[in-house]
Each structure stands twice: as structure tokens, then as C-alpha cells.
């Protein structure tokens, strides 16, 4: 069974810095993207950043130059640096896993992460 485990967020002042990890583990062979996700309550689940196996990336425009995603493929851990930090960038936020290859599923699958909240209030 494969797990994502966020960590690092936190309640941090406008204007700071936050970085964000989430591990993937289990018996896994591969990851294709792995991503990360917000969601404020009522609003739907937004993409954030993504990142593939070979470290192109992706990022929502309101977040482009403040944040930066990166992972290490040995680990299967993703991170997400935020700085710059705005009281909009308050939500929960998601890792997502896609296409993660293991001996049972070799089709590969997608897993999400609990959730971990970042509030930025002064």
C-alpha cells in the first residue's frame, strides 16, 4: 500500500516563507508527476505546482516566482518552497502522486496526501 505524508505547514506572517514535503512510501517502483494542490473551504481543489519524473514543472499563475517545486526521485519525496507568502495562499494543502508504479498495480495509480494547512495571517 502506498502513502503520501505531508509536513511543514503552519501559520506563518504575510511576506514569509514556508517549505512544504511530502514522502511517498511503500514498494514503489516509479512516480510519473508528482504535485502539489490547494483547496479553501467551498472553493474546489486547485493545482498549485506539478513536477515530472525528469523535473519539468508546472505552476498556477498566482503562484509563479514565489513558489518553487522540486523532487528527489530517490527519496520519492516531493517539496514545495513558498516564500513571499500571501493571506490567499491560506488553504490545505494536497500532495498528489500520478502513476505511481508498484509490483501490484504495474499500471500504475494515483494517491493523495491528508492534507496539511498553511495559514498566513498577521
Known amino acids: 500500500q502506498v502513502q503520501l505524508v505531508e509536513s511543514g505547514g503552519g501559520l506563518v506572517q504575510p511576506g514569509g516563507s514556508l517549505k512544504l514535503s511530502c514522502a511517498a512510501s511503500g514498494s514503489i517502483r516509479s512516480i510519473n508527476h508528482m504535485g502539489w494542490y490547494r483547496q479553501d473551504p467551498g472553493k474546489e481543489r486547485e493545482l498549485v505546482a506539478l513536477?515530472?519524473?525528469?523535473?519539468?514543472?508546472d505552476y498556477a499563475d498566482s503562484v509563479k516566482g514565489r513558489f518553487t517545486i522540486s523532487r528527489d526521485n530517490a527519496k520519492n519525496t516531493v517539496y514545495l518552497k513558498m516564500n513571499s507568502l500571501k493571506p490567499e495562499d491560506t488553504a490545505v494543502y494536497y500532495c498528489?502522486?500520478?502513476?505511481?508504479?508498484?509490483?501490484?498495480?504495474?499500471?500504475?495509480?494515483?494517491?493523495w496526501g491528508k492534507g496539511t494547512l498553511v495559514t498566513v495571517s498577521s
Open positions: 513536477i515530472g519524473r525528469g523535473g519539468s514543472t
Open positions: 498528489n502522486a500520478d502513476r505511481v508504479e508498484t509490483a501490484v498495480a504495474p499500471w500504475g495509480m494515483d494517491y
